[in-house]
């Protein structure tokens, strides 16, 4: 056998067992035990200057929605500042109980606050759930379940809430 | 008034299986070894090696079957494992084959045992037992933590399989270490086997016991001290892995239980006092046993300096010809099939054979080789932060540190860093217990990676939210 052959041949079998070792942690790279952390960018002010981006965090395509219906909770003020909780047509509870779909942190909140629940329309209504400090839809108090308005601040305690295109 | 800037949203990643990149990277495992094969076979023979695809095709199946229990059995399993595992124990054939090849090494079995056999063949029969017994294990072994039930059945098993060579008739003496035993015509390492089984022991004993082994204690110059009666479990390992040492000769073996048993109590405690006084013990033993026991003062001595007992001892010239093969191999080696590790003689494809890779794949193929037992290590280690029970956590990292001690003890006795013990490199390695003993290893990690990656079940639908009437605004 030729010099030059086994020449090449010992340089390649180098270079496919790395090229092995470089795909199997590529392979790692991809972990799945992680958590996907998705970048938003700065934002201010009660709307939303530009509509969502679509793409990485569109809600499940089978979802109908409506048009300017909003589709996420976003928590501006309080402890919990900056979680966003996707709106996908489930009822999303507040309250210090710590099955709550937002678990609030926050003294002045009962344990089961409030919750927000879509209508048959597919309009979003809070509803108190008879706590001892009320709910604040802007300024007043809720007595009854009441349909929330685009960018109304939905006041808990010391959280503040709203919903988001 | 609201403010948002650069907050993130943090969401669990649904688990894919990833069945399927297992398949791709198996594919690229088998076909590895193809190519060292047809290399191995122009190199010395200048044509391709007649077997070579019926080899090929062998492997493949064994692989495929392998692939296919995995997916069948053990759905959400860490991907690495079996495609780096296959790759391995190939590439091992293909040295072994290598060095069948050997006209230095089949004289020298001809002048001291009569014949020559290919070890090769042998090799590839375990691999095939060796893929069976993968599968009983992932079959019959639904769950690891039914393991948890065996834990002091299994320190008596670890025991007995630790004593049998020293039993009179049953143990075989090979060269100076004490650790096979000959059972109808095949010689089995009980060690081998003994490392998986009292892993069991060790995760389900310090699960129990590490409250009290990590809690109670003393602090002492910055270091957390353990009251005196818990230090009973370490001095017995210790004593125990200094018997085998010295009745059995072999420094791999007790090195092996022993670490295994600090990394492991560590982890179970988070104290680092404990590798402290782990550290301590085995330098102290070891610095007795080495002064006292013949045959580890020879393994000292050829490690302190091989060339100078080189042309008087046995020993010295296989490390000195060990050390020789590293460093004629170079960056890119001599190439498959065109060095002369065969100098080291006997034991050159057991013991020695990392060395073969050394001279014959160079600096690139030895780094290359490390990286893949390490991504092994590194998998299993994963496996037990991912694993939700405690029992599981210990068991994976203890298996993976004793694949971990196992090869650094190998490699480094083989590069000179430390004295040589007489261990196999898992995979590479020709001898039949020590491939069918890893392989049943990998297959315990993959039934471990699989129950902690498999998704939870959705929780139960909570009923009080369906208790509250709502009152719709009318």
Known sequence: MSELTLTVMRLGFLAVLWLFVIVAVQVIRSDLFGTRVTQRGSRRGGAPAAPQQPGRQSAPPQQRQRRGAPTKLVVSEGTLTGTTVALAGQTITLGRAHDSTIVLDDD?????????????????????????????LDRTRLTTPTPIPPGAPIRIGKTVIELRK | MSVVTNTTTIGAIEAPSRRNTELLLLAFAVVIPIFAYANVGLAI????????????????????????????????????????????????????????????????????????????PRQMMYTGLALALFAVVLLVLKDHRVLQRFTYISMAGALILLILPVVPGLGADVFGAKIWISVGGFSIQPGEFAKIVIAIFFAGYLMV???????????????????????????????????????????????????????????????????????????????????????????????????????????????????????????????????????????????????????????????????????????????????????????????????????????????????????????????GSSVLANWVLIAILIRISDTARRPAPAPAPSPDSEMTQVVRPS
């Not at chain 2, 692989?63 to 860490?78: E, N, P």
């Not at chain 2, 009973?232 to 670490?259: C, H, K, Q, R, Y």
Request: hydrophobic fraction near 50%; charged fraction near 15%; charge should be neutral.
């Open chain 2, 209 to 431: 016991k590490r409250d009290a082994l990590a809690l109670a204690s003393r602090r002492f110059m910055g270091l957390y001290l353990p009251r005196g009666r818990d230090l009973g479990p370490i001095l017995m390992i210790w004593a125990v892995s200094l018997l085998v040492l010295v009745f059995e000769n072999d420094l791999g073996t007790s090195l092996l239980f022993f670490g295994m048993f600090v990394i492991m109590l560590y982890v179970a405690t988070e104290r680092t006092s404990w590798i402290v006084i782990g550290l301590l013990m085995s330098v102290g033993g070891a610095v007795v046993v080495g002064t006292f026991a013949s045959h580890v003062k020879v393994r000292v001595t050829a490690w302190l300096d091989p060339f100078a007992c080189y042309s008087t001892s046995g020993a010295c010239e296989q490390v000195g010809q060990s050390i020789m093969s590293f460093g004629s191999g170079g960056v890119l080696g001599t190439g498959w099939g065109q060095g002369n590790s065969d100098l080291i003689g006997f034991a050159a494809n057991s013991d020695f054979i990392f060395s073969t890779v050394g001279e014959e794949l160079g600096l690139t193929g030895v780094m290359a080789f490390l990286l893949l037992y390490g991504l092994i290590i590194e998998r299993g280690v994963r496996t037990a932060l991912a694993a939700r029970d405690p029992f599981g956590k210990l068991f994976a990292v203890g298996l993976s540190g004793a694949f971990a001690l196992q090869i650094f003890v190998v490699a480094g006795g083989v590069m000179g860093l430390i004295p040589l013990t007489g261990m196999t490199m898992p995979f590479l390695a020709s001898g």
């Open chain 2, 45 to 120: 023979h200048g044509e391709l090696p007649p077997g070579m695809f019926l080899y090929g095709l062998g492997f493949a199946v064994l692989a495929g079957i392998g692939h296919l229990v995995v997916r069948r059995y053990a759905k959400y399993a860490d991907p690495l494992l079996l495609p780096i595992a296959t790759l391995l124990n190939g590439l091992g054939v293909v040295l072994i084959w290598r060095l069948d090849q050997s006209e230095r090494l089949q004289n020298l079995a001809k002048r001291s045992f009569g014949t020559f056999s290919e070890s090769a």
């Open chain 1, 108 to 136: 002045y909140a009962s344990s089961r606050h409030a919750r927000i629940y879509p209508d048959r329309d597919g309009q979003w209504i809070v509803e108190d759930l008879g706590s001892t400090n009320g709910t604040y």
